[in-house]
Nanobody, 126 residues
C-alpha cells in the first residue's frame, strides 16, 4: 500500500528556512518520482519540485528556483524539500506525491500523480 507522510511544516519568518520531509513506503524507491506540490485555499495547486531517482533528474517551478532544493536521504528515505529565503507568498499546504505507474520520469503537473500525502502547513509571516 502506497503511503506518503509529510512533516516539518510550521511558522517561519520572512527570509527564513524550513525543511520538509516526506517518508514514502509501499513501493520501490528506485524508479518512481517524488514531487512536492503546494496549495493555498481557493487557488490552484502548484507543482514545486520533483525528483526522479533513476537518474537524479530534478525540476523546479520558476517561483522557487534557486531557493528550494529537493533531495533524499542516502538511505533513499525520507525525501526532503529544503526551502530558503521564504516569503509570505510561499505560505501554503505542501504535499508530496508519487506515480508508481510511470518509471524514470518526474513532472510538475498534479494530475500526473495519483498518490498523495496528507499535507503539512507552511506559514511565512512576521
Amino acid at each position: 500500500q502506497v503511503q506518503l507522510v509529510e512533516s516539518g511544516g510550521g511558522l517561519v519568518h520572512p527570509g527564513g528556512s524550513l525543511r520538509l520531509s516526506c517518508v514514502a513506503s509501499g513501493f520501490s524507491l528506485d524508479y518512481y518520482a517524488i514531487a512536492w506540490f503546494r496549495q493555498v485555499p481557493g487557488e490552484e495547486r502548484e507543482g514545486v519540485a520533483c525528483f526522479s531517482p533513476s537518474d537524479g533528474t530534478t525540476h523546479y517551478a520558476d517561483s522557487v528556483k534557486g531557493r528550494f532544493t529537493i533531495s533524499r536521504d542516502s538511505a533513499k528515505n525520507p525525501h526532503y524539500l529544503q526551502m530558503t529565503s521564504l516569503t509570505p507568498e510561499d505560505t501554503a499546504v505542501y504535499y508530496c506525491a508519487t506515480n508508481i505507474n510511470r518509471a524514470n520520469w518526474c513532472g510538475l503537473q498534479g494530475d500526473e500523480y495519483p498518490y498523495w500525502g496528507q499535507g503539512t502547513q507552511v506559514t511565512v509571516s512576521s
